[in-house]
């Protein structure tokens, strides 16, 4: 991983699924407030989203664990070298295990979605753990590095860690849009983070950077404040196309409601009752 | 801003915008406890207040980034010396990425009393990431300083993050008078701060500070807790003398509710729903 | 305060103020649930104990800034000295700055009682202030001791940062019976922690104490654990105590609630009308 | 306990403890997702259970106690050795401070379950405290090791934190499903952590670690993630087994609920009562 694209792949991933989370959760969140007072049953359309969202997070888990076992100079799936008395490319193995996390989120989502005796909030559980796993292993990663590349991977563990923080308080505070948008724009932060690592480390063009130079590390302290800015912005603008259209689209179709309801089945209001016991 | 004027300006508004909160959500608590039973929508007078507000604070950060990048010794809006391979005048620039920050919050304010789909809190969340940022680029600022020069500043990262922290608390905790008088005290203790900074750092008269003295750093922690005593009562004073104006007007006026509200326009009451549904 | 009795004075200050606390919260718990369900308003006994304790507080404060000030090797009141350019017994003048902020805090209880339009939870953040700053001050003053010596204060701040984090939740999560004596229960271990930290320092017999030994500081970390346990225990007889007393009391004179109510005041249900809308 | 099996005994005892409490929160909840609406009361079979699993801890508790002082190289109930001034074998003392904290929760247990006045709580509270000491004294512990020791050690932390930030949680969140397995999940990490720390440190068989080489710290520290993976499986299995026993148990049965109630006392329906203003 050690090249720009070891970078830019993950931060594309990052940047997507934060985009992604936007998307849903203003829909969810336009869903909601559209409806009539009390408790509201989502349609049968956000279910098969989360689908389809658990099943590419499976998917891409499973390829980019077998990608980093079996890799020109991957592990291979040994661990130990007993000839040399050596781990076995750990650095592959500690990607792998990242991706692992990022999959038994997936797993959780379509479980979640699929059976309605599991307690809201195990997806974001799940997707908190996998974040804090995945800080966990950077922070001892960074460990003994150049400067520059201590601090901007360092940098990186305030994306990493907030995203964690703030998916953890979504398991208690649920269905609250600010919060699903922190969220969404900690994923996009961390994503186009990780294309400003990979520009930095290995710049496609132009000099060098000077992993040493104090001035380098004020700049990047500073850029990573511009990124924050620049999240926040997408995720703005983001929400406000989709506002828009789905206004537009609901006045051009007479009622939004109509269109993403079908039935509201028995067992989702058996679902909203054991939710509403579970708040408590 | 190596200098007395440059602490001193940074203080007054903060100072200021310490008190107008203070203000502001005194009199909010004062309308909302004067209403009978059930949600109480502000009268539009409390909307044009956030306004003027959030346009003070966009013009003053436009300000700010113009004078720190076309002062004198400036940067010019030059980010990169290509000739001399350096940045310049990255500090000019890190203050500029501060005040961005704070005309973020500017803008979110005015968004959210011109837009009644906007979820509460937002404004409260823009300004808890403006402190967070300025807090976050103070700390890497800090470093390879003289002892007494970095931990005057390090304490005012006690009034930044304590800010921070508490404003983000109100995005969930919503209008709970403590809380936002205390978010009021972390706004005057850090203008006051700013002001001590300038007297130690740049003293107007008299012999210079030394910056490596230990008895020195050992004044300037328990100062700045008189700090925190004084803005506990600069709070608790302004917040009376509102008290008392707004409760002789109101009894010379006959009711303040009267002389406060027009009309609760039909969209106030949607938007009371829409809060309702955020909450929960 | 260099000396035991410098220790003995707050630790007991601090000991009677955490059995007094357990006191008042258990004799109000036992009101609460002894009172049909709704909002109960305290009765006018309980009232009165806020003031004694609040003037108790404020005298003791002064008392104390002012032993500090004018012993006989104080400052008497002068805080820099010109001739030798240099500050005046820092230390007395920290530890009256600590008084301070607990003077304040009985300020605050007493205007709480006094006056019904103080938002509840006014008290509970002045001491939580009081601590915060007593911990505070104490992080810096431990700086470049002998080992033991550091280590002994610094599992001080355990006590004090947990009774200070303690108070703070209490002004958001109100009437919590669990909170309130895990308040009392930091207050207790803060003051016994102070008598161990005498013992250690200036034993009042058999040989000193050698500040550099590691096995020393093993066995004051293990005996802090003691004294938490302690402090349980001693929370736990309290309540027993005062909840078997109460029963026996009430059994005897035929009704506890009678004993202790007069007339709930018109004032003090215009109170509660307040608390609720703070709580929301 | 410098061996395996010093690791090995509490490895088993926190794995234990871990899955019986996975077991008790699932048919627990079982329980009140099967109840109609409102409070409910739990059988009594749940209390007996309360009695049993606090009798174990206090046994386990005072058995740990004893064999810590009176094995044939412990101190035999002697803390200070006058002749050698020396402390007598401080890290039995230690142990033995630990598992008095895991006996006062197994009291506290026994108490909350047995006397309907204790407040709600108290059980989770004292399991907290008791996970806290644990971590305190391990912090301290670890002091002064080589690298990879001092690491295996203060990874346990992460699971000891943040199994006592769990349980502090269920203090005020009640009846939380999530947090309830979060708790045990943290309980079966440190468990099996503490088999790895045994193996790591005491191999069975095979070469010793290389204490020093930073390989072997990359491993461990993805190991231990690995650890985190295989603890949700096991909860999440354990769950799972539980969950379809109980479903067709109660289906041959007829009903769970006549299989585990008997009669609804009057004084557990005061309980509920004092839980719910303790909510509040």
Redesign the interface.
Known sequence: MANFGGHAIPGSFFLLFGFWLTLKCTLQ?VW??SQP?GRHNLPPFFKKMEYVEGGLQIFASFVGIMVEQFVVDGPHARLYDKEN???VK?MN??HG?MY??FG?SGIARIASAAFK?L?A??DR??IS?ALF?EG??FY?HVH?RAPLDAHIHSLLL?AVFGGSASSMLE????????LEL?TACFFILQGSWFYQIGFVLYPLSG?KWDLNQ??????V??C???H??VA?LLVTCTVSVV?FTVKRFSASRGDIEIGMQTTPSKSSSHRA??EE??D?
């Open positions: 969140h909601r407030t007072k008395n050596s781990w750990l193995w500690q295990t692992l996390f038994i005796v307690p909030g195990v559980l799940t753990v796993v966990f292993l001892y003994g305030v398991v208690f505070i649920r269905d609250n849009i600010i922190l000099p104090h001035d380098n590390m004020m700049f302290t500073m990573f404040c511009w924050i800015a926040m506002w009752l054991l016991s579970d408590e």
